[in-house]
Every structure is written in C-alpha cells, then in structure tokens.
C-alpha cells in the first residue's frame, strides 16, 4: 500500500524521531510511504485559539496537497482530529462548501497511526521488541475525538519483552491542550501532577501515547522532578526490533 506522511509541525520542527519511526515501521510491514512536501501546518492551532479566518489558508493547503493519496498516517491523534471535524467546519464558515466537501473526502482518509495498523492493515503484531515496563497515556483528542478505544494497548500486547502497566485514572487530561498550558498555567500544572502522580505509582520505566504533545508536556515534569521514567511516542516502540540500538 502507498500511504502519505502527514509528519504534523511538532514531529517536523522538536520529535522528528516519532515520524521516522513511523515510515521505518509501516516500510518494515511492507507498505510504501511518501511524503508530500506541499504540506505545512493543519491550522489545528489557529482553529483551537479562535482564529478560523487564518486557519482558512492552511485548510486549503491541507486538502489540496493531499488529496491525490488514498491513505494517509499521522502520528498524532490531535491532528488528525483536527483533519477530521475541523477543517470541513472552517471551510463551511467561509462559505466554501466545494472546500467543506473536499476537506471531508481527505478527512475519511487520514489516519493516525494506532488506527491505520489495526482497521485499515489489519495488524496489531508489528513485530517489535521493547524490554521495558511500560505505561500507555491515552490523549484526549485520541480518546474522545476521534476514539481509537484500545488500538494502541492491543498493539503494545504484542510487543515481546514489554510489559504493559494499566495507568491509573488515564482517561484524565494531563493538562496540556495547546495554548490551555499557556493561557491556563496554574490549572494545567494542577493536571500534570495528578497525571504524573499517576504515572510514577505504575513503576513504569517508559510513559507512551500517540501525541507528542502530551508527551512533551508530561516528560517536561517528570524530567523537572528528576523521577527517571522517560517519554516515548508509541511509533518508536512500535518500530523497535531486538537489532535496535
């Protein structure tokens, strides 16, 4: 299968590793994987903080780059979120329904990872090895949005050598949400002690989840409390063989 990169602007510019692990797996299963270099932001941050007009542009883009491509994988839950009940919204505001329409049709298309190995290839043993006691976070947009349910805990079970820890409380928000952490600080510090908190009774080594941007918030605190559990994308182990370094 020939399936298009959405790398998403996080794993572009701060956690490249999480969308090279992403083509190294899907390529190990045997599936071509290109990327479209027309693409750039979705406009997920622009729609999020109230800005629709200049999220427009973006929406455009979106669609036109990657509209000629049957499938396409994104290792983040809120972007692809974002793909799938945002953009068709943005464009029925500017009354565009010929984009709405477009936007839609690419939307149904757009997959993020968890969800493209389990219902579209119809895989949940990827073949990786990952000897570490691991704790999985599932995000909100992955959750609530756009409901990948235990997609990825059905992936990390066949992963030899892990052992999978269920986190506690784990459908709680970790307090990021994006300019949330900004605008909010104090109540998003709140949220991330409750979810480190959790994550640190596991005895987990390796917090997990579909979006780097949880991760980076939940890996900032546990770093800042010097706790030694690391953070790492669910593409990575995913992609990890016993040949890994």
Not at 122 to 146: F, K, N, W
Not at 202 to 230: F, P
């Amino acid at each position: 299968m020939r399936i298009a990169l959405f790398v998403t602007c996080l794993a572009d510019t701060m956690f490249p590793a999480a969308a090279k692990a992403t083509v190294h797996l899907l390529e190990r299963l045997g599936h071509e994987v290109v990327f479209p270099e027309g693409q750039t932001c979705c406009g997920q941050m622009h729609i999020n903080t109230g800005y629709q007009q200049d999220a427009l542009p973006l929406v455009r883009r979106h669609v036109r780059t990657f509209a000629p491509y049957d499938v396409v994988v994104a290792p983040s839950g809120s972007c692809v979120g974002s793909v799938r009940h945002q953009h068709a919204m943005v464009a029925r505001s500017a009354g565009d329904e010929g984009l709405a329409a477009r936007a839609e049709d690419v939307g149904s298309r757009t997959y993020e990872l968890s969800e493209l190995l389990v219902d579209v290839l119809g895989v949940e043993d990827v073949g990786a090895y990952y000897p570490h006691r691991v704790t999985y976070h599932p995000t909100c947009h992955s959750l609530r949005m756009i409901r990948v349910g235990d997609k990825p805990q059905r992936l990390l079970r066949h992963v030899r050598g892990l052992e999978l820890v269920e986190l506690p409380a784990a459908d709680q928000c970790c307090g990021f949400g994006g300019t949330f952490a900004l605008k909010n600080a104090d109540t998003s510090t709140a949220m991330l002690a409750d979810k480190m908190r959790h994550v640190l009774d596991t005895g987990a080594e390796v917090c997990t989840a579909g979006d780097s941007s949880c991760l980076m918030h939940i890996g900032g605190g546990l770093s800042r409390l010097g706790a030694g559990v690391r953070t790492v994308h669910l593409a990575e182990i995913l992609a990890a063989t016993e040949d890994t370094p």
